[in-house]
């Protein structure tokens, strides 16, 4: 009988040591950087808005944020491997909507489920914008449009791909508009833009932030922004409606929200959502990404989680567009 009572009392002392170990990692979380991938490549919206959160951050949650660009698949490489990631909260990433559920959608055998994730919050709503070279022969919407009318599918276009919210964007407006161009697939927006500015294809749909300064500094032309109000940095920048005078649902919006793989301590992921809160409003960091042209969005975890749900159901109405 002493012999039992010794050994379950050893238990439980393991097993209340083990309480308290967790417990005080939580507390004392983070003691090292934190790593947060980025499913696309330096340059693009994605990462720019990455390395600016990285730039003000550390002040906020105590360590720095160390940005990891794993592109590719139009996000497939960089969300898989934020779902395989250690539970121990160092490891974060970037999710993008609608990317991440046209993967899901349009792909077979992809190696994660939404319920591999578990939100943080989402920091931004960035829209896609038409673009074109600086001395490109179109001047407006309605001569690209035209273009693409004349001669259909000689027109290319870039964008992050293939089967992204960019190439989404294209194709549900050229299914209103009734246009046929060739889309060119890229690792994010930032070689699309490159490869716009080197005149190897003749447009391109970048993420709006990701072109605001190549806009600004006159070398590309942005001949449309896909959303319903005209982009607060481009505001001489007309929607897609005042430029076409149709409907063209702003589908391909790319909201970038940060999630951790499930299964992080929940006192550990709450500290991440208040650290990404207060840098959201920290007015240094409002002041770059004014000057950088970031839009802002700012939603909780348990907002996010629920916006997420929504908008799934309203995408599948057009992923069958991408087959």
Do not use: C, W
Request: proline share 6%; charged share 20%; no cysteine.
């Amino acid at each position: 009988m002493l012999n039992s009572v010794k050994t379950t009392l050893t238990a439980l002392s393991l097993t209340l040591g083990l309480g308290f170990g967790a417990a005080a990692q939580a507390a004392d979380f983070p003691q090292k950087p934190v790593a947060m991938i980025v499913a696309y490549s330096p340059g693009g919206g994605t990462d720019t808005a990455a390395r600016v959160l990285a730039k003000y951050i550390q002040h906020h949650l105590g360590q720095r944020l160390i940005i990891q660009n794993k592109p590719g698949a139009g996000g497939q490489i960089g969300f898989t491997a934020l779902s395989k990631s250690k539970t121990d909260g160092y490891k974060i990433g970037f999710i993008n909507i609608p990317s991440i559920f046209l993967v899901k959608m349009l792909r077979d055998d992809v190696p994660f489920e939404m319920s591999d994730f578990e939100m943080v919050g989402n920091i931004q709503l960035d829209p896609v914008v038409l673009t074109v070279p600086a001395d490109s022969p179109y001047k407006n919407f309605a001569d690209f449009a035209k273009a693409a009318k004349a001669n259909p599918g000689g027109l290319s276009v870039g964008g992050d791909g293939p089967q992204s919210n960019n190439q989404l964007q294209l194709v549900v407006a050229e299914d209103v508009l009734g246009m046929d161009v060739n889309f060119v697939p890229f690792n994010g927006s930032g070689p699309a833009i490159t490869a716009t500015l080197g005149n190897q294809i003749a447009a391109s749909v970048p993420s709006a932030s990701s072109a605001t300064n190549h806009v600004k500094s006159g070398k590309l032309r942005a001949l449309a922004v896909f959303a319903d109000k005209r982009y607060p940095y481009m505001p001489d920048v007309p929607t897609i409606r005042e430029a076409s005078g149709m409907d063209v649902p702003g589908i391909g919006a790319s909201m970038r929200g940060v999630a951790v793989p499930k299964g992080v301590d929940e006192e550990k992921r709450r500290k991440l959502e208040a650290a990404f809160k207060a840098v959201v409003e920290d007015e240094k960091f409002q002041a770059h990404i004014q000057r950088m042209g970031l839009p802002l969005a700012y939603m909780s975890a348990d907002d996010f989680a629920a916006y997420l749900k929504e908008a799934e159901a309203g995408i599948a109405k057009y992923s069958d567009l991408l087959k």
